[in-house]
């Protein structure tokens, strides 16, 4: 199978590139050229959102699979059905739980809760601004989920990624937060009724990426670990693995830490389940990932 990647060398990225790898795949990575890809993966330079400089870069290369790292707007979804389409049978976006942000709901949330054919896109939004983008993160996944399902018919999948833990390298400063409020007592903000959430294993998400690349479903897939985790359960393995002491302050207004949700959005994995992909239990590896974050054993 050959397989293009668009992004995809940090993070989980870098771990789906292994494993492709490993299948005996044949791996493409396009991206700004601002990373070295790994031996044995043949390297394309373009910005993504340039449609002209895209076209030139791929030529006349053909895919089976496309796995999409980076796609997080309607108008970045366009391009990729324009471009990519004549160029695979299969385009596989990483998406996120965020396009659930105006669930609130008593049990855990279901593909059908967000139907992309029902989403309106406004692709004339100040997608191209960082500040716009960052605070949009979960409404521009869903219009760019929405341009991949309009018609005419396209081969595409969105896998819903939930939060996703471990890794030494985990670049979002998530983790740190709450340990370095443990380490020394400072109180962690959380709203007044916390509601658990899902989460995957960094290593766990690369794994059903990689499946999902060589499957055939179409359409959106939540992705997560059976056993949803609360703030406090987090910071218990924190505090297990580094000492310290957890203090929590309820606050009904004002910013939160990054793991705690004032409204219920876990998502449900049974259809992932059904199409035959095992999850793990969140139990089983929540010490290990953050243990790699934190770098201790």
Not at 97 to 124: F, I, K, L
Not at 184 to 192: A, H, R
């Amino acid at each position: 199978m050959n397989v293009l990647i668009i992004g995809g060398n940090r993070y989980f990225g870098k771990r789906l590139t292994s494993r492709l790898l490993e299948s005996g795949h044949g791996v493409t990575i396009l991206n700004r050229g601002s990373s070295e890809v790994p031996m044995g993966v043949d390297h394309l330079i373009a910005d993504r959102n340039d449609e002209a400089a895209l076209e030139s870069a791929l030529g006349d290369r053909v895919f089976d699979v496309v796995v999409d790292q980076v796609c997080y707007t309607p108008r970045q979804a366009a391009i990729a059905r324009r471009v990519l389409g004549p160029r695979t049978r299969r385009y596989v976006m990483t998406s996120t739980v965020e396009v659930y942000e105006y669930e609130n709901s008593p049990g855990p949330v279901r593909e059908e809760a967000v139907d992309p054919r029902t989403v309106t896109v406004d692709p004339d939004l100040p997608w191209d601004e960082t500040e716009f983008l960052d605070a949009h993160y979960g409404e521009g996944k869903r219009q760019a989920e929405a341009v991949l399902a309009a018609g005419p018919a396209f081969p595409y999948a969105a896998v819903r990624v939930a939060h996703v833990l471990g890794g030494g390298d985990d670049f979002t400063g998530r983790v740190d937060h709450y340990a370095d409020r443990i380490r020394v007592g400072e109180p962690i903000c959380v709203p007044t009724e916390n509601h658990p959430a899902t989460y995957v294993y960094v290593e766990e998400i690369a794994e059903f990426l990689a499946w999902a690349a060589e499957a055939s479903f179409t359409g959106p897939v939540n992705a997560h670990s059976h056993g949803p985790l609360t703030t406090a359960d987090i910071c218990a393995e924190i505090e297990r693995r580094i000492g310290g002491r957890t203090v929590f302050q309820e606050v009904e207004v004002g910013e939160v830490s990054p793991f705690s949700f004032a409204r219920s959005y876990g998502m449900d994995n049974s259809r992932a389940t059904a199409l035959g992909f095992s999850f793990s239990h969140s139990t089983e590896w929540l010490g290990q990932a953050l243990s790699e974050t934190l770098g201790v054993r």
